[in-house]
């Protein structure tokens, strides 16, 4: 091209007539604006609604959760001190078993040391007898 050419478009007559026919008026555009303004408000007012049910939901289930671990932590509570209950009372059993069992042997150890004792001067007395006078 030259430089002195310019560049030109031409359009025919139907296609200035689609090409005006597709442009917006502002009038049209704050329409457009306007109605989309009332669908981000209504999907607002939705998301919100949906939101409070949410809210609700969740206190409610958490709510319910929290009696729920409440009564657990009550049965395991008693649970527990039945069986420390349980525990105590073997434990005493067993203690008072072998406090029968140590004053068994203790008895059985005393009457051996008696009898060794007795023997012992049984035996000295015998021998004693025994010796000759001096």
Do not use: C, Y
């Not at 049209?28 to 303004?37: C, P, S």
């Not at 525990?87 to 078993?97: M, N, S």
């Amino acid at each position: 091209m030259n430089a002195n050419q310019t560049n030109q478009i031409t359009l025919t007559a139907e296609q200035l007539i689609n090409i005006v026919g597709h442009a917006a008026t502002q009038e049209q555009l704050d329409n457009v604006r306007r109605e989309l303004d009332t669908k981000i408000e209504r999907l607002d007012t939705k998301v919100e609604r949906v939101a409070g049910e949410l809210d609700a939901k969740i206190d409610r289930v958490a709510s319910e959760l929290g009696a729920k671990i409440e009564r657990v932590a009550g049965e395991l509570d008693a649970k527990i001190e039945r069986v420390a209950g349980e525990l105590d009372a073997k434990i005493e059993r067993v203690a008072t078993r072998t406090d029968s069992k140590i004053d068994s042997l203790k008895n059985w150890m005393l009457a051996t040391a008696f009898t060794m004792i007795v023997t012992v001067a049984a035996a000295t007395a015998f021998l004693v007898d025994r010796l000759p006078p001096q």
